[in-house]
């Protein structure tokens, strides 16, 4: 595998992410509210966690039982607590910015180039299947990690100081939530960013495959961070073996879009 | 180089190409022509291995279509391919487009700066190539096309209706480039409507239509359809008819004082047409053969073929 092909791709995706104005909103607009969510509920904290609210608030009470009852949470006081609930819990929303942020990308990634008539161009280079579609993957998940990344380090950093200013406490991420972030952010992405792919490849049109992904991609892709990504976030070890489980079902995705990719289909079906 | 054998390619059911059958040599350009539908950029994709052909088999630089993921990928590495549309990323430079193009062939760094150099001046490219490629007038995109077609020095072409859509001086540049490249001694294939530039730059030409319906050098399609032509002092008009009623008489028509004949059998029926022209009170100032016009050979195999 030439891992040239791989950047000369990723250039090409970023140069085009930087001209294209009307993708930057979903690049700003995703992380900044990854950002502020965490931050702006840790701020509300002591509307939140007002342990003389219990008893005449039942979200309160269901709060306040919720801590109480998971021994992973440190903390000596209710609201010390809560903060760092919030902030384990909320670590979710990082992992979705990569996922969303992939499988956009990656939904566009064969159409876009049909719409711009280069894909029998790039066909009738001796580029093979597999490459191009790695390249195109690596193109779609390399920017959207580090955006989710650089997301996940600013929204970490504005949540400890916020979580200092209300608790007195620095709350930093746990260890579940550094293997989620690392190790499981990456194969979700990667599986979303698959599933993208296999819609790119199918449509004939650029609205035609961001209506599906929108529609049946990202909600799928939740689905699957909705179950792996909270309980990964409260432990290391099923962060470990989320991202394990992820990881193979993507190998698995990625195997079933080579085979199932028809150069003939792609240039006889597509108008 | 180029060597089809029966080449057919079906989409759901429906014929593209059938039995498509020729051979190019090394160093020789092939136009093919055929109307719009008629199989030229199916036969393409198929001889590139971009396509697999449902029946038949071809040879391409030494490669067999259908073969190996392998052998397609070495068949595209020695094979050059300028689409009808330009094909190269907008947002991109034409400098940038090249250096994409060139390392997905396999080009090193030295190597692309070279050439792409050499032919971004050559084809007066070089001073626009760091401007993005979607700003360019489409003659400089179809330039650009081309060079990235020939950057990675390929043994064969596949040039599908270069000219479509150039302005005269556009397309007269593009021409002269091909005909540099046929000098250099690849191997061209080329789809035009364009007659005109086939009769130009063609070595062989091939008229399909779903199928083959000729082939050959154009001194020996030209040949197979000579016409005579008699030129009489008066009365041409009233002489047509009874020389449309022989049976060996295919097509007759008159421009003037002259008789354009198309026989079945020129040698062996030409004295008997001036025998009926004299039978007719004619009197023949001249006879004398005359070759067929690619345009008349294309329209005769067109109409006679399969529609």
């Known amino acids: 595998m030439n891992r040239e092909i791989w950047w000369l791709f990723l250039r090409k995706e970023v140069r085009d992410v930087r001209s294209n104005r009307q993708v930057w909103p979903a690049y700003l607009l995703l992380p900044a509210i990854a950002v502020l969510l965490p931050v702006l509920l840790l701020a509300l904290l002591p509307l939140l966690a007002d342990p003389s609210r219990a008893g005449g608030d039942p979200a309160v009470d269901l709060l306040i039982e919720t801590v109480s009852r998971d021994s992973t949470l440190r903390g000596s006081t209710v609201t010390e607590k809560v903060a760092r609930l919030l902030l384990r819990d909320l670590g979710v929303f990082y992992l979705l910015v990569g996922v969303i942020l992939a499988s956009g990308s990656a939904a566009l990634a064969l159409v876009r180039e049909k719409e711009q008539r280069t894909l029998e161009p790039i066909l009738a280079t001796p580029l093979r299947d597999r490459e191009l579609l790695l390249a195109k993957l690596f193109a779609a998940v390399g920017p959207a990690m580090l955006v989710a990344w650089g997301t996940t380090l600013a929204g970490s950093l504005a949540g400890a100081i916020v979580g200092r200013w209300r608790t007195g406490q620095w709350i930093l991420p746990t260890a579940g939530n550094w293997v989620a972030w690392l190790l499981l952010g990456p194969a979700l992405a990667t599986f979303a960013a698959l599933l993208g792919l296999r819609a790119s490849a199918r449509f004939t049109d650029v609205p035609g495959a961001t209506q599906f992904t929108g529609l049946v991609v990202v909600p799928l892709a939740l689905v699957v961070v909705a179950v792996v990504g909270r309980p990964a976030m409260a432990s290391p070890l099923v962060g470990l073996a989320g991202a394990m489980a992820v990881g193979l079902l993507a190998c698995w995705l990625f195997s079933g879009n080579v085979r199932r990719f028809r150069r003939e289909e792609i240039l006889t079906r597509w108008r | ?307």
């Open chain 2, 1 to 307: 180089m180029i060597e089809a054998r029966a080449l057919s390619r079906s989409f759901d059911g429906r014929p593209a190409i059938e039995g498509v059958s020729f051979h190019v040599p090394e160093g020789k350009l092939c136009a093919l022509l055929g109307p719009n539908g008629a199989g030229k950029t199916t036969t393409i994709r198929v001889l590139l291995g971009l396509l697999p052909p449902t029946a038949g088999e071809a040879n391409v630089a030494g490669y067999p279509v259908p073969g190996s993921e392998e052998d397609g990928a070495r068949l595209r590495a020695r094979t050059g391919l300028l689409t009808e549309a330009p094909g190269c990323y907008d947002r991109m430079s034409g400098r940038e487009n090249l250096e994409l193009f060139g390392r997905l062939y396999g080009m090193g760094s030295a190597d692309l700066r070279t050439r792409g150099e050499y032919w971004l001046r050559k084809l007066e490219l070089w001073e626009a190539r760091d401007k993005p490629f979607g700003t360019w007038s489409k003659g400089m995109k179809q330039r650009l096309a081309l060079i990235r077609a020939v950057l990675h020095e390929p043994q064969v072409l596949f040039l599908d209706e270069p000219t479509a859509g150039l302005d005269p001086g556009g397309a007269r540049d593009v021409r002269d480039l091909i005909a540099e490249f046929r000098a250099e001694g690849r191997t061209i294939l080329l789809c035009t409507h364009n007659l005109a530039e086939a009769e130009a730059l063609a070595d062989l030409v091939g008229i399909l239509r779903r199928r083959m319906l000729a082939f050959g050098s154009l001194a020996d399609l030209s040949s197979s359809q000579v016409r005579l032509e008699v030129e009489l002092a008066a009365g041409a008009e009233g002489i047509a008819p009874a020389l449309r009623m022989l049976p060996f008489v295919l097509e007759c028509s008159v421009v003037g004082r002259t008789l354009h004949l198309l026989l079945a059998d020129l040698r062996n029926d030409t004295p008997e047409v001036v025998r009926a022209i004299v039978a007719q009170d004619g009197l023949i100032l001249s006879v004398h053969p005359a070759r067929a016009a690619l345009e008349e050979i294309y329209l005769r195999a067109v109409r006679e073929g399969p529609a």
